[in-house]
């Protein structure tokens, strides 16, 4: 099932990326980003998607920067959906926050850690707006469809789900691409998040790592696989982000990414 979002459909011949930086810091960085990536999407023909999240809860630390919560959050998330028409897509964690998001945001994502937490996928179904679900790393693809079917069950079609890896031993992921067609057997559009696939979960020690040197592959692979939609994180500078720095793409490397996927889509479809 295609779902039409604005003037576009996500999940037809077109790609679809969803890219920004992992939390919001600074209106400038998401101005810089928003734009440049806009700029990518429409030279290379692909649908595109802001997201930033205002809040990142799940975080390894208490002391970790987390983003500038949601009243300010928001307000900053409606400026680049005004400055540069874009849609938005944001993270929630409560059920509470469902209908004050979706206000703004064009799509609500639920968190990985928080998929089966069903008051959430609730509450986000009830606002009618598109539900993109995170594959949390502790399941199967098959047991997606109940979370699906609770979204459903609540009165909205309009739904995503994204695969972003799967827990292999201590402090690291590794993806599985029989994921992207199993979950496309449940009728929706399939996502595959490029660059928290390539996290180290607490191998930090307070801090997440990961290594972007192998977000190009991963996104490749899933194209070949049949995903419909890529998610990234992207940054002007990675390595002075606040959070998700090691996983994050460099901007200036996004439009040689975004292309060798688009190609690879295009064959398979």
Known sequence: MNIKLNDFEIGGDKLTILAGPCAIETLDIMR????????????????????????????????SYRGLGIEKGLEYLA?????????????????????????????????AFLCRQTDLLVAAAGTGKIVNIKKGQFLAPEQMKSLVKKVEG????????????????YNNLVSDFRS???MKEFGYPV????????????????STGGDRRFVPTLARCAMAAGADVLFFEVHPNPDKALCDGPNMLFLKDAKNVFKKCKEIFEIVR
């Open 154 to 169: 609540s009165g909205n079609n309009k739904i995503m789900v994204t695969d972003r890896g799967v827990t292999f031993g």
């Open 191 to 206: 996502v595959f998040d490029a660059t928290h696939s390539v996290q180290m979960p607490g191998s930090n020690g307070d």
């Open 79 to 111: 400026k680049i959906k005004k400055e540069f028409d874009v849609s938005i897509v944001t993270d929630i964690h409560l059920p509470e926050q469902a209908d004050i998001v979706a206000e703004v945001a064009d799509i609500l994502q639920i968190p």
């Open 32 to 63: 810089e980003t928003a734009e440049g990536l806009k700029n990518v999407c429409t030279e290379l023909g692909i649908n595109y998607v802001f997201k930033c999240s205002f809040d990142k809860a799940n975080r390894s630390s208490i002391n």
């Open 180 to 182: 992207i067609p199993i």
